[in-house]
């Protein structure tokens, strides 16, 4: 029997160090440990030696089992080492690393935080509303009769229900001043949307930046001041600025500014934001709606202004097409990253 034994053990050895897998181990496990395996069964077959005969080859059973249970263990150490080397050396050191893409801001964003900052500077409180405007807040309460060619549905988008995208963010004044009693100091930068067809200066979707300050005694010098302050600000203190009469239903006088730049298309005028003193009209609108008078045109008056930033941006980094700014070209963006 012990010859038996020690031929098994040898065998055992043998086929464990040749092993070549983890695979080929666990076979090799099964097949002399298992419950069915070489040594299991050898100890069964004890039952037949003589009494005497037991302990010694119990004895030697053992020792086979820990001496095979040992080597599959050095083995798998050593096929696992092996393997973890073999990935090492795979691995060429000398090549680049992942690069990671970092994001930077859109150049409106970069404008738009631009100015809403400075107006915070000034005191101006951020102000909002829905993109989904009635057509009250949109148009009746800033005193824009119902044949106005804006309200036209060729030129704003108008929902089944009646409502409507706001065509611009001046229902945030409305908003505010429904929310809020006087003194109001707010800018509100938000989308606004426009029945045009897309070109190379129109969108559908573009974005506003929307002013509103009413408090006692406010005048067109504040208006001026204020806005001179934001453009010189904006763009530096050799632009010049001049405000030129317009037209706006919601304001009295109504004014457009325009800003004169050398760097901005070769030093020509150019038009950059509506403003005026808001319409006494607006107010009243505004009280009925409040069921008060907390803006009675006797005691208050106030400016507004709204300004495109798309066109701003696009004289400001020299775009020939309004399309580069919605169309996330990496080429054209990464220009603009910080
Ligand atoms: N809402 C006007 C537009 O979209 C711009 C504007 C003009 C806003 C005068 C104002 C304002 O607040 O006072 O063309």
């Known amino acids: 029997m012990d010859n038996d034994l020690y031929k098994l053990q040898r065998t055992a050895l043998d086929e464990i160090q ?28 004890m039952r037949k030696l003589p009494k005497e005969d037991r302990p010694h080859t119990g004895k030697l059973l053992n020792e086979i089992r820990n001496a095979v249970t040992a080597a599959l263990e050095s083995r798998l150490d050593t096929i696992e080492a092996e393997g973890t080397a073999q990935i090492l050396s795979d691995i060429d050191e000398t090549l680049p690393g992942t690069r990671f893409r970092v994001g930077g801001l859109h150049p409106l964003t970069l404008l738009q935080d631009q100015a809403v900052r400075t107006f915070r500077r000034l005191g101006f409180a951020l102000a909002d509303g ?37 065509s611009h963010t001046s ?38 930046l929307e002013g509103l300050y009413v408090d006692r005694d406010v005048s067109v010098a ?11 600000e904006l763009l530096g203190h050799e632009v010049q600025t001049r405000l030129r009469p317009h037209f706006f239903p919601f304001t009295e ?7 004169r730049l050398q760097a901005i298309q070769g030093g020509k005028w150019m ?24 803006y009675d045109p006797e005691d208050w008056t106030g400016f507004a202004f709204g300004m495109g930033l798309e066109r ?27």
């Open 18 to 45: 040749q092993a070549e897998s983890k695979m080929a181990l666990e076979n090799l496990r099964v097949k002399f440990l298992g419950k069915a395996g070489a040594i299991s069964r050898l100890s069964e077959n």
């Open 130 to 166: 829905p993109d989904i405007e009635t057509e009250w807040h949109c148009f009746d309460a800033l005193n824009t009769p119902a044949n106005h060619p804006a309200r036209n549905d060729s030129d704003t988008f108008y929902l089944p229900d009646g409502r409507l995208l706001r």
């Open 171 to 208: 229902s945030v004044q409305i908003r505010t001043m429904g929310a809020q009693k006087p003194p109001v100091r707010v800018i509100g930068p938000g989308a606004a949307y426009r029945r045009d067809e897309i070109d190379a200066t129109h969108l559908n979707q573009f974005n506003q």
């Open 222 to 232: 504040d208006l001026k001041g204020t806005l001179e302050y934001f453009v010189r």
């Open 253 to 259: 006088p109504s004014f457009e500014l325009d800003i």
């Open 271 to 294: 038009e950059l934001l509506g403003c005026g003193m808001v319409h006494p009209a607006v107010f009243e609108e505004i009280n009925a709606k409040r069921g008060d008078s907390a």
């Open 312 to 338: 701003l941006a696009m004289s400001l980094f020299g775009l020939p097409d309004i399309r580069l700014l919605i169309e996330n070209d990496q080429r054209f963006l990464a220009q603009f990253a910080r």
